[in-house]
């Protein structure tokens, strides 16, 4: 259960205070140039430590592919990455090794497996999700071959939202905001809570370019659902919308119905999906973190005996894990996206022949 | 692709206007008793033509089992159940079987499959629903033997909400409806837009009381990755919420994390679930669906040829699927619980130790 | 687990005394057209009741399609078929209902469920093969269009062994016999172990010309291995060789390694198969089925309650499975190329790119 | 694909001449306590270089576990083990850099995925099950909780059968033969055919004691069918028996059907499996190895233009992989057996109570 994907599928491994963490991608086509700086620029973008609004954390997070790569394309076969764990503080968690922190994996990993690595969290660590932008990198490597393209960004921190979706901008922030006449504004939203030893909430915003017709297998590997399910298993998301989500609950039938002209939709209400299928139009997804449960101020919680004690956290933590939750909602899209492409290509017998014959 | 689940796990067959649907449930422990008039009793809350807030098609829904049931008891190999149809009228469709419906699966389907059965939608009909439902009956008489209980009902129609959430109320209700104080205002806001030939969304609300701590399977096969897949899955859903969803990205950490004392969580913020493992408390879901795409005004749209045409509906629907969806969605989370019930049991050694001792 | 193939996967259910059994076929591209005569043909290949080598129970095992296929195209949705029950005689059973037949499944299913349905081995039967056939014939279908072809034939019953494979023979041949000079000898073996009240044993042959190159995922996945996973899963396969198979141990290195010259393989000593993919040589394999557990002699068995008691049965069964059990052994053959078929498809970039340009 | 198993599985990565190869072990229940040095004498039982009957390549073969495992127990969460490679000899392989070894998947990987990693077969090595023996050392800790007894040893080499199956023998032997009067004439065979640069095949014989009944999941996942799924994944296995296997094919009904008494079967020709469910009774498997593939002699061939030129092969390679091969098969038949026990504790509905009550 540590796998994701059906043909173009990854595992993962690794805890945050563990030696290493780590992927193997399975389904890789054969004959795919694979640009490591591309990965380790991946990799850049979601490492922690960078800025005030990240945790201070600091970790290389370099990349080193172990197998499936010969000569620089891929061969077929499992490409295996690894990165180690450089920067662990293991005794910031002695404290805590006993008890519970609220808003944390902690109560139910005890519970369910009878014992945990405390150590930050072990492997409900969001650090996790670095293994998942490595093996997003190779999604995306894929992806380039067919001119998929898919950018992220924030739209909005503790209630501010953006007014406007500048992915371009986006990419040059340290909070990868969409807005940039609202980006102060957030990131002094970020920095008063850190200040006060609390945390915000942040959604993020996905936006897929050139999309084939077609992906998505339904019933159920619909490609909303995968996104739904793969969204959803990315630390602290709370909620997901395809397209206008919960707009469109609001909206009569004839307006979410986007009508279709002979070169193409018209408007684009239903996010680029029909029926589980993309439809050829822009994917619009929306993403919503919590704010990070990781926080200074004292809280009440039980201990692995069920006494009630008090928990204080140390640590370093982000104030605001959408921000780098953001790059991994991409790497995640470009999983599923991988995914359902190789999976459509024996939708019809004549792409069954077009490859054999 | 028309499988649902890893250890109880059902698969679908059936399109709106063929012989018949159906479903194979697999992996359902020996020893259960199959009581025929709940399976039944499940079908006929989901089932048509009840009353003038659904479609008037008229389907008896009558479900056979053909296997895997012995003198009332499961036997541990597949089940398999039919529902014959009974009420086409594939001819309503005859004006379409050129075209594409703007909002619905016609256009992805053509272009996926290079074909498609017009009539009903043909397999993307919510008519393959009333499978989901015989499956989920069956994954409800396991949970009952752990006392796991499900309800469902609708909080919001056409942006009219409910201010208490009365899941007794709601199973008398003609439209589900979790609040009587609105019910009426939200029986009128369908049958207007009825009468106007167009359609309004809609949200359910699920609720889970009693379900064990532990279920759900990190990392990729999270309780609420799970939940989100089967939830998205529902022809015409566009957003999933976790306990406080959307309304959590605006809190901070503090008033999000639900803090623990000895007789358990203080608050649920969470909607039961932690790191993607049920924590013993409630499950609180929210389901948003649209309103339906079939209505009954003019709309642009193209033929398979893209000549641009004017598109005009006859047949009979739901003018608001979040009613009939809710049933689908209480059966759907009946069946990733049984899923997860059956995955958990290995989390522990002791556990197996205690089948095979 | 009464599902088989990853991308081209059939699920079955059904008893042999139920009402009816059936599949659901997924995975099928869209566009191929469905002979339904050719369907039927292959379900009256395996069809009890036709010679005196056979069981006389008497079924039709006329094939109904339920859904799946529009205008005589498949859609690229879940085929389901369905084969109604006519000739059951459940009474046969009523003596053994309480006691395990020696070579049967009654003493693991009742052990591993604690309940069965005794009535002619219930879902442990080899009369659920009958659905496999008719999953097999899409298969075929598919595989048609890409002009692989598929033969099988028995080359040995009681130790009586065919000198020559003419597989042209074989189609025509009431025990499939694949050399006429000594089927006389396997019929007479045949039909005096029936008198006997005894049965006997054989071995079907498996030819598959013109297979693509590149067939078969390593490294868990590989042809030969999902080839001996599938004539494995078959009621009475106790032996499955690949190639030269046993032979090939007995042989040097120098001898077994076929070499390549400029027209293909010189030799083929592999059966078509070399690191888990197919060469573009004929696929050659074997199967061996034990005599049938169904005899009609006194044998020492137990009852639910552990008491020894004589087992003596009534019923009606086949002498020698090995010669119905071939055609279910092509049948799972073609199901496991179909699948292997569209696997494939992904493996090279160059292919993704010739689907999706 | 490159995945095994259903709820215990792994998956492997890495190559020959690569830096390193490994596996994740995914569903591994927590609690367990993990004894490295077991994990280590697994390794070393199959690792290359140890005498004269084996390839003279020199690897330590020291695994590392990075992941899943906290203060000496199993978490639950995945288990990550690496082995790096230290005495490759790459350049023994630049004279066959662009031809296909006869006996090798040269000739399919190449025509599968167009790149091959040339060097010491890449992926197609049998190197590859080093990995393997990582991951079944982890199910064995596993089945020893449960008193679960897999032994291996060889029962044939160069056509020179064992007489006695002595598996306490057998540990002890260079060459892991079950007859300590025929292993002289064994040896002899194997240096033989090496001294001729030729190579010899063998059988390997495994035997379960204190199996579970119960094991095995009806109808496509029965525990004979992934037995042979899992050692015809094994490089060079051919054929593969269960129980009697031929020769039970050559027997009467009434002789291979295993009689009943109230202390259980009084034979045990079907090796332990009935219905492909485990009875109790030991299980007894034979796996045919092929002679080693990469000899020293001149064979004709092509290479990647389809000239025709001679071969000659330079390296280290075991004279007869069947030796090494047996540790292998015993890992996987650990593997198998993990999973099945996994999957059998929902069979009943009173086991799954036994959980969660």
Same mark, same amino acid.
């Given at each position: 259960?540590?796998?994701? &994907?059906?043909?173009?599928?990854?595992?993962?491994?690794?805890?945050?205070?563990?030696?290493?963490?780590?992927?193997?991608?399975?389904?890789?086509?054969?004959?795919?140039?694979?640009?490591? #700086?591309?990965?380790?620029?991946?990799?850049?973008?979601?490492?922690?430590?960078?800025?005030?609004?990240?945790?201070?954390?600091?970790?290389?997070?370099?990349?080193?592919?172990?197998?499936?790569?010969?000569?620089?394309?891929?061969?077929?076969?499992?490409?295996?990455?690894?990165?180690?764990?450089?920067?662990?503080?293991?005794?910031?968690?002695?404290?805590?090794?006993?008890?519970?922190?609220?808003?944390?994996?902690?109560?139910?990993?005890?519970?369910?497996?009878?014992?945990?690595?405390?150590? &930050?969290?072990?492997?409900?660590?969001?650090?996790?999700?670095?293994?998942?932008?490595?093996?997003?990198?190779?999604?995306?490597?894929?992806?380039?071959?067919?001119?998929?393209?898919?950018?992220?960004?924030?739209?909005? $921190?503790?209630?501010?939202?953006?007014? =406007?979706? @500048?992915?371009?901008? +986006?990419?040059?922030?340290?909070?990868?905001?969409?807005?940039?006449?609202?980006?102060?504004?957030? =990131?002094?939203?970020?920095?008063?809570? =850190?200040?006060?030893?609390?945390?915000?909430?942040?959604?993020?915003?996905?936006?897929?370019?050139?999309?084939?017709?077609?992906?998505? #297998?339904?019933?159920?590997?619909?490609?909303?659902?995968?996104?739904?399910?793969?969204?959803?298993?990315?630390?602290?998301?709370?909620? $997901?919308?395809?397209? @206008?989500?919960?707009?469109?609950?609001?909206?009569?039938?004839?307006?979410?119905?986007?009508?279709?002209? +002979?070169?193409?939709?018209?408007?684009?209400? +239903?996010?680029?999906?029909?029926?589980?299928?993309?439809?050829?139009?822009?994917?619009?997804?929306? $993403?919503?973190?919590?704010?990070?449960?990781?926080?200074?101020?004292?809280?009440?919680?039980?201990?692995?005996?069920?006494? #009630?004690?008090?928990?204080?956290?140390?640590?370093?933590?982000?104030?605001?894990?959408?921000?780098?939750?953001?790059?991994?909602?991409?790497?995640?899209?470009?999983?599923?996206?991988?995914?359902?492409?190789?999976?459509?290509?024996? +939708?019809?017998?004549?792409?069954?022949? =077009?490859?054999?014959?």
């Amino acid at each position: 259960m540590n796998s994701f &994907g059906h043909r173009f599928r990854f595992s993962t491994f690794g805890e945050s205070h563990g030696k290493a963490l780590g992927c193997i991608v399975d389904g890789v086509p054969a004959g795919i140039k694979v640009d490591e #700086e591309f990965i380790q620029n991946e990799m850049n973008r979601r490492k922690p430590g960078k800025n005030q609004y990240a945790t201070s954390r600091k970790e290389g997070d370099k990349v080193e592919i172990l197998s499936g790569v010969f000569e620089g394309l891929t061969t077929g076969t499992s490409i295996s990455m690894i990165i180690f764990n450089e920067n662990q503080k293991s005794k910031d968690y002695s404290n805590i090794k006993d008890l519970f922190r609220p808003g944390h994996a902690d109560f139910t990993y005890y519970n369910k497996y009878g014992i945990r690595d405390y150590r &930050g969290g072990g492997r409900s660590s969001a650090r996790e999700t670095a293994a998942r932008v490595a093996a997003g990198a190779i999604a995306k490597l894929m992806l380039n071959e067919l001119k998929i393209d898919i950018k992220s960004g924030i739209c909005e $921190i503790d209630g501010i939202k953006a007014s =406007k979706h @500048d992915f371009d901008y +986006s990419k040059t922030s340290e909070i990868f905001s969409l807005d940039k006449d609202k980006e102060q504004f957030q =990131k002094d939203a970020i920095l008063k809570a =850190k200040k006060e030893h609390n945390s915000v909430g942040g959604v993020a915003l996905l936006n897929v370019k050139n999309c084939p017709i077609g992906l998505g #297998e339904p019933l159920y590997f619909k490609l909303d659902s995968q996104i739904a399910n793969a969204m959803m298993s990315i630390n602290a998301v709370k909620a $997901i919308e395809i397209g @206008d989500g919960i707009d469109a609950v609001k909206e009569k039938g004839l307006y979410n119905n986007d009508e279709i002209g +002979s070169d193409g939709f018209k408007t684009n209400h +239903s996010g680029g999906i029909l029926g589980g299928i993309s439809n050829g139009d822009d994917l619009n997804i929306k $993403i919503y973190f919590k704010a990070t449960p990781s926080i200074f101020l004292k809280q009440s919680t039980v201990d692995v005996n069920n006494n #009630e004690v008090e928990c204080e956290l140390k640590g370093r933590h982000d104030p605001c894990v959408a921000i780098r939750g953001s790059v991994v909602a991409e790497s995640m899209m470009a999983l599923v996206l991988a995914d359902m492409v190789l999976l459509n290509m024996s +939708s019809k017998i004549e792409n069954v022949k =077009k490859v054999y014959n």
